[in-house]
């Protein structure tokens, strides 16, 4: 079993930056496929960004591109999501995934919709001011 806990949420003014981080149970948390997702009020939980076990291999959605960086430090059970450039848009509750994939899986897979995440936390709120 997998908990999850995001943290670094909070407001910040448009062009700001923000760092999440997301901590994680468990001894084997560098076998678990990582992500971000987030969640605007009256929208669906849209993508934000992925990266394989080890951190080498991300890719994020085309709204955080240039803007967003997934990063994870498996030694201390943590994945990071830096935001710069923040826009009003950006605002949602941030939430971290992860997921131990089953099957045959390369060093450079990664998982990009929600459905294939098993645990989630419990979100941290952003919100940017114009």
């Known amino acids: 079993q997998v908990q999850l806990v995001e943290s670094g949420g909070g407001l910040v003014q448009a062009g700001g930056s923000l760092r999440l981080s997301c901590t994680a149970s468990?001894?084997?948390?560098?076998?678990?496929?990582m992500g971000w997702f987030r969640q605007a009020p009256g929208k669906e939980r849209e993508f934000v960004c992925a990266?394989?076990?080890?951190?080498?291999?991300?890719d994020c959605a085309d709204s955080g591109k240039d803007r967003f960086i997934i990063s994870r430090d498996n030694t201390k059970n943590a994945v990071y999501l830096q935001m710069s450039s923040l826009k009003p848009e950006d605002t949602a509750v941030y939430y971290c995934?992860?997921?131990?994939?089953?099957?045959?899986?390369?060093?450079?897979?990664?998982?990009?919709?929600?459905?294939?995440?098993?645990?989630w936390g419990q979100g941290t709120q952003v919100t940017v001011s114009s």
């Open positions: 990266t394989n076990r080890n951190g080498g291999n991300t």
């Open positions: 468990g001894r084997t948390f560098s076998s678990y496929l």
């Open positions: 995934a992860a997921v131990n994939p089953a099957g045959s899986w390369s060093d450079f897979d990664l998982a990009l919709f929600d459905y294939m995440y098993a645990y």
